[in-house]
């Protein structure tokens, strides 16, 4: 056997979702695997509970942890039902128990004691954590060959733990100094080998004091107050791309003067750009001319944001994909460099009747240097699994460019934001168009009041409004969000709509893409 060269056992990171779901498939080729938004959700929620084996750069194993109370852990539970479906959005920084919900292994590497390390690191973090222990569902591989002559589960464990049968899972973890507290029944459908149940393990942290500060209860991951601006943005006849490029620079030197980390553009703002020619166009060879400015359009914003020091949403534009289709993509341009598309899943009834608009087919949440974020298109934002979606991969602020032809038609986006915000218990912060534009077919009118909204609890604004614009007027609306708010507010807020949904009930299953 070759000998190997290095071994490292480290925090998960974003690189790492590929190698980490081809592992999965090598480990547990009939139990399905994570998405990669399941993933991404993971490690946005609680970075420090997931780790890999790394053996000579390869992720060879990997591990994934989150924070719950006492109840929830010692409680029955189901594996969906702990976990958030796979999420991870059950964590929870002010809990009581380390709950592992998975410990994979590729099958090329079993005989390196890499589980046996994984479990030592999720001990270590336990005990940094000052938490109380460490619980988990475990498997039965053992059981389903047995279950004919042994009959239940409860007669399978006592077998077991008797030393009269072996199963290579539960005799592993009882060496790991894990002890046996019940059977959790219908834990996992796919886990067929164990019967669908698992078997209820616990391990007591003896260095847990209850006068110890715990390190989680305050976790330091970046700035805990975000500074957004909003841009309500007057479309207006120009006469050049450089002037439209002058508009929108100085809307972003202006925020940035403020110290703003973000700042979005309404949805279709740069049809103006139509305007340069000023010729008749039908509805759908104006949407493919627009379209010709996008590598412009993405020069232009990425360059700003670099130079700028600010995240920018900028706002959507009509794109020709490779296979023809015509998609309303946003793009979000970091101020390290990083670019972003999140295409409209929703086109509106007139999109597609004027511009024969299609719609996109994933939705992604977005690590940034300031917190994890979404973006939903217009009326992407009227349909509330969407955002639930998001929130699972980890999203605290949801940015909605809009752009909306009257009154109806706005407050139907704004209504709907706040609604979003409540839900979740997020920051919501809308961009809408005002102004006329001539002789452009469903984009000539609009209406807009763009805000920055918040969930409606004593931590945030009055009326669930941080600031908002005066209707139908050119102009930028400012505002400090924080985050830590947001986490008190849904681990003790008057209510805790995040926390309180019935995952043994209803989820949202999301059988798109998973974004790239």
């Known amino acids: 056997m070759a000998r190997d060269r290095s071994l490292s056992i480290r925090m998960a990171t974003h690189a790492d979702i590929p190698a980490i779901r081809r592992l999965m498939k090598k480990a547990y080729p009939n139990m399905g695997g994570y998405s990669r938004d399941q993933l991404r959700g993971q490690l946005n929620h609680f970075p420090e509970g997931h780790m890999v084996a790394e053996l000579d750069g390869h992720v060879a194993g990997y591990s994934a942890s989150i924070i719950v109370t006492a109840d929830e852990a010692l409680r029955p539970h189901t594996w969906s039902e702990i976990t958030g479906n796979g999420f991870g959005s059950t964590h929870d920084p002010d809990g009581d128990y380390l709950y592992g919900y998975e410990v994979a292994v590729d099958p090329a590497f079993r005989q390196r004691r890499l589980a046996e390390r994984l479990y030592a690191a999720r001990r270590k973090l336990c005990v940094a954590m000052g938490l109380e222990g460490i619980v988990f569902g475990g498997r039965m591989p053992g059981f389903a060959r047995r279950a004919r002559k042994l009959g ?11 030393g009269r049968l072996r199963d290579p899972v539960m005799n592993f973890q009882l060496r790991q100094g894990f002890e046996f507290i019940g059977l959790l029944p219908n834990y996992l459908k796919s886990d067929v080998d164990s019967g669908c149940a698992a ?60 110290k703003c980390d973000f700042v979005v553009f309404p949805e279709y703002f740069a049809l103006q750009l139509l305007s340069i020619e000023n010729t008749p166009q039908k509805p759908r060879e104006a949407a493919l001319k627009l379209a010709e400015y996008n590598d412009r359009l993405e020069t232009l914003f990425h360059d700003m944001a670099l130079r700028y020091n600010v995240n920018i949403i900028g706002g959507s534009h009509p794109a020709v994909q490779a296979d023809g289709r015509l998609l309303n993509l946003a793009h979000v341009f970091l101020r390290d460099g990083s670019v972003y598309e999140q295409p409209k899943i929703h086109p509106t009834p007139s999109e597609r009747y004027w511009w024969q608009v299609e719609g996109g087919d994933y939705v992604r949440a977005i690590q940034t ?23 699972d991969q980890g999203a605290d602020i949801l940015f909605v460019p809009y752009s909306t032809e009257e009154r109806n038609g706005h407050l139907r986006v704004r209504y709907c934001a706040h609604a979003r915000a409540v839900e979740n218990q997020i920051y919501v912060v809308t961009s809408g168009n005002t102004g006329n534009l001539p002789r452009h077919h469903n984009m000539d009118i609009h209406y807009a009041q763009s805000a920055i909204i918040t969930p409606c609890d004593f931590p945030f604004g009055r009326d669930g409004v941080a600031a908002d614009t005066t209707p139908n007027v050119e102009m930028i609306a400012f505002a400090d969000l924080d985050l830590a708010a947001l986490a008190t507010a849904r681990a003790h807020g008057t209510v805790q709509n995040l926390k309180d949904r019935r995952h043994e009930l209803y989820a949202v299953q999301w059988r798109g893409k998973s974004a790239p």
């Open 152 to 162: 239940d589960h409860a007669a399978y464990c006592r077998e077991v733990m008797e």
């Open 199 to 258: 078997t209820h393990m616990r391990w007591r942290n003896p260095q847990e004091r209850s006068d110890v500060v715990r390190a989680h209860s305050a976790p330091d991951r970046g700035p805990s107050t975000v500074r957004v601006a909003t841009v309500q943005y007057l479309q207006r006849a120009i006469n050049s791309f450089e002037e439209f490029a002058d508009i929108v620079r100085y809307f972003v030197d202006t925020v940035a003067d403020y």
């Open 369 to 391: 240097d300031c917190g994890t974020i979404g973006v939903l298109v217009c009326y992407d934002s009227e349909f509330p699994e969407l955002t639930r979606h998001l929130v």
